[in-house]
């Protein structure tokens, strides 16, 4: 069983959304032909884009889950169906099956999210993936596009890592190893 990833810290979420510009990053392409990128800037998640079981289970250690190139900007629309008709089979939605067990969870079934939980890891664990991966390309390329806007504009702030987990969002090893003799130390009487 692949170990547990934490996710996005407040100061990392912060800083994808100040480079996003606290906006929906999602894009399509219209009945016109022409792209379009959604303008909602309310009720905003910062979406892992490998997401966090996925890349513990198949993706290297040092791959960063939670670096700047691996998180966007989305509305709760496109990224979990929130209040969309036809949520569960629209595919400008990512995650689907999160809007299917909140209404369940809403209407009695509190146990729709573990199953939704469980459900994503015996996927996980055959190697498919769990979510909508066709828009997976466009957000890296945005992302990259993005970072680079944002880090040249402002060098002064640059990507906060999370103390003890970096980018990565495990555990490092001298830290783990630091966190578990401060604990036995702290558990022994003078």
Not at 39 to 67: M, Q
Request: charged residues 35%.
């Amino acid at each position: 069983m692949p170990e547990d990833v934490c996710g996005f810290t407040k100061k990392q979420r912060g800083w994808i959304l100040d480079r996003d510009d606290h906006r929906c990053q999602f894009r399509y392409k219209g009945k016109d032909g022409k792209w379009r990128r959604c303008t909602n800037t309310k009720h905003l998640d910062v979406h892992h884009i490998i997401p966090r079981g996925w890349a513990a289970a198949h993706y290297s250690k040092e791959f960063a889950v939670n670096g700047p190139h691996n998180g966007i900007t989305l509305c709760r629309e496109h990224h979990r169906g929130y209040g969309v008709d036809g949520f569960a089979t629209s595919i400008f939605i990512l995650h689907p099956d999160v809007e299917v067990a909140r209404l369940a969870n809403r209407d009695g079934d509190k146990q729709a999210f573990a199953r939704m939980f469980e459900h994503r890891r015996k996927l996980v664990q055959r190697g498919v993936p769990y979510w909508n991966t066709r828009w997976d390309s466009g957000f890296i390329a945005i992302v990259h596009k993005e970072t680079l806007r944002y880090n040249r504009k402002h060098p002064d702030r640059p990507y906060p890592d999370n103390k003890n987990r970096g980018r990565t969002g495990r555990v490092k090893d001298k830290e783990s190893k630091k966190h578990k003799k401060g604990k036995a130390k702290k558990g022994k009487k003078k």
